[in-house]
T-cell receptor, first 111, second 115 residues
Framework: AQSVAQPEDQVNVAEGNPLTVKCTYS??????LFWYVQYPNRGLQFLLK??????LVKGSYGFEAEFNKSQTSFHLKKPSALVSDSALYFC?????????FGTGTQLKVEL | GAVVSQHPSRVICKSGTSVKIECRSL??????MFWYRQFPKQSLMLMAT?????????EQGVEKDKFLINHASLTLSTLTVTSAHPEDSSFYIC???????????FGPGTRLTVT
């Protein structure tokens, strides 16, 4: 069965600094990987996905993620964080048309 | 494009009553819709997968007689929580997938409170 691990419950970063939100996965076959963001009392918004191709995937709002097959990781990154990026971030892996989510990482960007 | 709506956004009901939540894909045809449940500060747990015109497939541990899912058209799926109890209080989120379906597009969620 597929699984996703987000080892950090919370990440704090100062505005303007780079941010990384970690994700590792386990799946049989080729991984289809996703990042979503959730604001309080809202549904999930799609940020980016990796299906195939370049290991560095660029997504919405300046976010990018790097797929590393040998480390089975798909870390989310942004070069310069904004206070408005503060939200809950979920990594997910798709298998058999189902998404399995990690436990989420709360990102807090402070001035 | 790819907008999914849910109605209502928030509902309070009394214990023992039933409540229906609608999920609509507004600008695409959703061959598959998914229903998730999210507890506070926790991840999304898939409850069931529904394909238009066929019975929903429920995840292990989800009571199909309690959580009735109907996917009668390519743009509408409904989740009915029957004989609701306080422990059913949660945030319910639907998503929809169409075509090749790599992506799921999520609705804004419905906050259910059972008193």
């Amino acid at each position: 069965a597929q699984s996703v691990a987000q080892p950090e419950d919370q990440v704090n970063v100062a505005e303007g600094n780079p941010l990384t939100v970690k994700c590792t996965y386990s799946v049989s076959g080729n991984p289809y990987l996703f990042w979503y963001v959730q604001y309080p009392n809202r549904g999930l918004q799609f940020l980016l996905k990796y299906i195939t191709g370049d290991n560095l995937v660029k997504g919405s709002y300046g976010f990018e993620a790097e797929f590393n097959k040998s480390q089975t990781s798909f870390h989310l990154k942004k070069p310069s964080a904004l206070v408005s990026d503060s939200a809950l971030y979920f990594c997910a892996v798709r298998a058999s048309r189902k998404l399995t989510f990690g436990t989420g990482t709360q990102l807090k960007v402070e001035l | 494009g790819a907008v999914v709506s849910q109605h209502p956004s928030r509902v309070i009901c009394k214990s023992g009553t039933s409540v229906k939540i609608e999920c609509r894909s507004l600008d695409f045809q959703a061959t598959t819709m998914f229903w998730y449940r999210q507890f506070p500060k926790q991840s999304l747990m898939l409850m069931a997968t529904s394909n238009e015109g066929s019975k929903a497939t429920y995840e292990q541990g989800v009571e199909k007689d309690k959580f009735l899912i109907n996917h009668a058209s390519l743009t509408l799926s409904t989740l009915t929580v029957t004989s609701a109890h306080p422990e059913d209080s949660s945030f319910y989120i639907c998503s929809a997938s169409g075509g090749r379906g790599y992506e799921q597009y999520f609705g804004p969620g419905t906050r259910l409170t059972v008193t």
